[in-house]
């Protein structure tokens, strides 16, 4: 089975403060996408990363797949309290069907 | 567009007792899941369907739940009988396909809540 462990899992911070959340596991996946979930609701996917080293960019995020395509990290520059929520990764491995394994998930506070 | 719609969004039960679970995919969508998410985790896959053929359910705990998913559109989701640890939100998701370039969609999810 494969693992994907996210860290922290809570983060408390001040509006207009940088972060940064990891997405780690010891397995190669297909690619790697990031959702972000507000409470009573589904996961909405941010960005799906397929190449190892690959960064892309949305607005005051980041995302960046690991050269391996074991990791990927997502950076939220002057988070402001509209990015409050859980955000989680799930990894996509072709070779089962392309089947989604997510994370634990980091949840984010940001205060005014 | 509508969204995966699921119901009902809230259910308490006692355990022991049935209770069933209705997803409404996206128009068009041929890939449907169901996921459950323990509070404080991330989703788990339980089954997912392509049309109407079940092709991964190796998570689905058979003894007690079943899902079904007729003319390859609504899907429902049984418990019998509910357990405690059944507690969770089951999230029902749906895709056009199943390569990684196709996305998957979430409902809102129902709440269970076993006493």
């Known amino acids: 089975t494969q693992l994907l462990e996210q860290s922290p899992?809570?983060?408390?911070?001040?509006?207009?403060?940088n972060l940064t959340v990891y997405c780690n596991s010891s397995s190669?996946?297909?690619?790697?996408?990031?959702?972000?979930?507000?409470?009573?609701?589904?996961?909405?996917l941010l960005v799906t990363v397929v190449t190892g080293g690959e960064?892309?960019?949305?607005?005051r995020l980041t995302f960046q797949f690991g050269d391996a395509r074991k990791d990927s990290s997502l950076h939220i520059t002057a988070a402001q309290p509209g990015d409050t929520g859980l955000y989680l990764c799930a990894g996509e491995d072709n070779n089962a069907g392309n089947m989604l394994t997510f994370g634990g998930?980091?949840?984010l506070m940001v205060k005014p | 567009?509508?969204?995966?719609?699921?119901?009902?969004?809230?259910?308490?039960?006692?355990?022991?007792?049935?209770v069933a679970f209705w997803c409404n995919p996206i128009s068009g969508h041929n890939t449907l899941y169901w996921?459950?998410?323990?509070?404080?985790?991330?989703?788990?896959?339980?089954?997912?369907?392509?049309?109407?053929?079940?092709?991964?359910?190796?998570?689905?705990?058979?003894?007690?739940?079943?899902?079904?998913?007729?003319?390859?559109v609504d899907s429902t989701l049984k418990i019998?009988?509910?357990?405690?640890?059944?507690?969770?939100?089951?999230?029902?998701?749906?895709?056009?396909?199943?390569?990684g370039?196709?996305?998957?969609?979430?409902g809102p999810g129902t709440r269970l809540t076993v006493l």
Do not use: H, M
Not at chain 1, 34 to 39: F, T
Not at chain 2, 47 to 71: C, G, H, M, T
Not at chain 2, 101 to 106: A, G, K, L
């Open chain 1, 55 to 59: 960064v892309k960019k949305l607005k």
């Open chain 1, 28 to 44: 190669v996946f297909s690619s790697l996408q990031w959702y972000r979930q507000e409470p009573g609701e589904g996961p909405v």
């Open chain 2, 35 to 72: 996921y459950r998410q323990n509070l404080g985790q991330g989703p788990e896959l339980l089954i997912r369907y392509e049309n109407e053929e079940a092709v991964d359910d190796s998570q689905l705990p058979k003894d007690r739940f079943s899902a079904e998913r007729l003319k390859g």
């Open chain 1, 105 to 107: 998930g980091t949840r």
């Open chain 2, 80 to 99: 019998q009988p509910a357990e405690l640890g059944d507690s969770a939100v089951y999230l029902c998701a749906s895709s056009f396909g199943t390569s």
């Open chain 1, 9 to 17: 899992q809570f983060l408390s911070i001040q509006e207009g403060e």
């Open chain 2, 1 to 18: 567009e509508a969204g995966v719609v699921q119901s009902p969004r809230y259910k308490i039960i006692e355990k022991k007792q049935p």
């Open chain 2, 101 to 106: 370039t196709d996305t998957q969609y979430f």
